[in-house]
């Protein structure tokens, strides 16, 4: 779908047949581009538009280029998604003195954000301005994105090292809930490396931006893109003490499950032990030589039952001495 995005209207789907572009048009936005769409807009703009295997490329020099006047830039960036399980997706923008093309694949509720903008936002008058915007906003949208990322790793390690995985205040920690807090951690782990990399991502282009056209920004635009700069400097630490925390914690339940597995052999050595002095006295006591004083005996049969108990009960005396259950 092609939409011809005009200062301070609303957004208008752009007929593809012989109209030329809109007038006060600063922004088009390509989402998941058809053929004649994308021919149209490469007519009318005199733009290449890249395809999606273009733009998913991870070289440095094929997602940020400068090609005369106009600059072709691209990022990873994340479309819907909860916060445990997101999945990437490319995103291009082509800046040129007049217009912003971005050329996307999935709805993306940063790019809808700033097309309400334009509603009402006067400042929104170039296509850097709207470029500029659209880091800003997909900045904004990971600094949301690590504080629910931080707020449910909490809830995991007061879980853990609380006892309540459960939620029933019950210290015991059974497979199952350990299972599921290292099934968590992981989609936790990988949500905020997809957060990185849309990050990073997004400060190339605005480093870049900055190194191409500094002699034509404006101040403002000049302050903009540092802001935006050291925010994703902030936000790659933070989330690198994110990660940091996540594997500590993996660390913490791989060794809760190290102690239970432990505790499960304890208790069949434990048992193994004590019964084998039994089986050993049962297995004398049932051979059939002849001469065995003990079958002769008027007390023989309380006394092996005895001695059997005896034997068992002495090695569980032991272990529960030692500290062993």
Known sequence: MLKAISCGREPTDVELASVSLPEGTVWIDLLDPTSEEIGWTERNLGVRIPSRDDLSEIELSSRLA??????????????????EHADLTPAGFIVTPHVLITVRFETLPTFDIVAQRLEHDKTLTTSMAVFVALM????DRGADVLEHLASAVDEVSKAVFRGNLRGSGSSKRSDFTLRHALSKLGKLADRS????DVLLGVGRMAAFTLDMCH?????????????????I????DYEGHLSDKAQFL????????TIEQNDIFKVLTIASVVGVPPTLMAGIWGMNFKVMPELNWTFGYPFAWAVIVASGVV???????RGWF
């Open 66 to 83: 400068k090609e005369g006047e106009n600059m072709y830039l691209s990022a990873p960036v994340i479309g819907a998604a909860t916060i």
């Open 136 to 139: 800003e906003a997909i900045v």
């Open 193 to 196: 490396s997809k957060a990185r």
């Open 215 to 231: 002699t034509q920004l404006s101040d403002g635009f000049h302050d903009q893109l540092h802001a935006v700069s050291k925010d």
């Open 233 to 236: 400097s902030s936000l790659s």
């Open 250 to 257: 993996l660390d913490a339940v791989l060794g809760f499950i």
């Open 315 to 321: 090695p569980l005396i032991w272990f529960w001495k």
